[in-house]
């Protein structure tokens, strides 16, 4: 992971089923940190982990990618920057959603990427990545 350090803070990145009919989700979502009231990106979009599952979710059901939030940024001399929160894309789709989440990133040229994602897992709570 460029720019970053083995600490930081693992999170579960969850997906819930609100349909009627159960739904496939394969691989990692793509994530990005968006800062200001317009929700533009800040930096690079989080590295993708490869390899994958096709991973079933029943209705009401949620299945789960792991995050990894580098700590790098709260470390390093860059010109840090404050973030409202995470753009996610689940896999194969064009439509995103966002997380709030406000924390701290370093302004481009140092752009990371300080956010890993792992691929959608079944169960809520897998956040290695």
């Not at 929700?39 to 989080?46: L, M, P, R």
């Not at 709260?74 to 010109?79: I, M, P, R």
């Not at 959603?97 to 990371?112: D, E, L, R, S, Y």
């Amino acid at each position: 992971m460029g720019n970053a350090d083995m600490q930081g803070a693992h999170r579960p990145l969850q997906f819930t089923n609100i349909g009627k009919a159960a739904c496939e989700l394969t691989g990692a979502p793509g994530v990005s940190y968006v800062a200001g009231n317009d929700g533009h990106q800040v930096g690079s979009a989080a590295q993708r982990i490869i390899g994958h599952q096709q991973v079933v979710i029943q209705p009401n059901a949620t299945a789960s990618a792991g995050l990894f939030l580098s700590s790098a940024p709260q470390k390093s001399n860059c010109t840090q920057m404050k973030v409202r929160g995470i753009r996610v894309y689940p896999p194969d789709s064009y439509q995103a959603a966002f997380v709030p989440m406000q924390g701290i990133t370093c302004k481009p040229p140092q752009n990371g990427p300080f956010l890993r994602v792992g691929p959608i897992l079944p169960g809520p709570n897998n956040d290695g990545v």
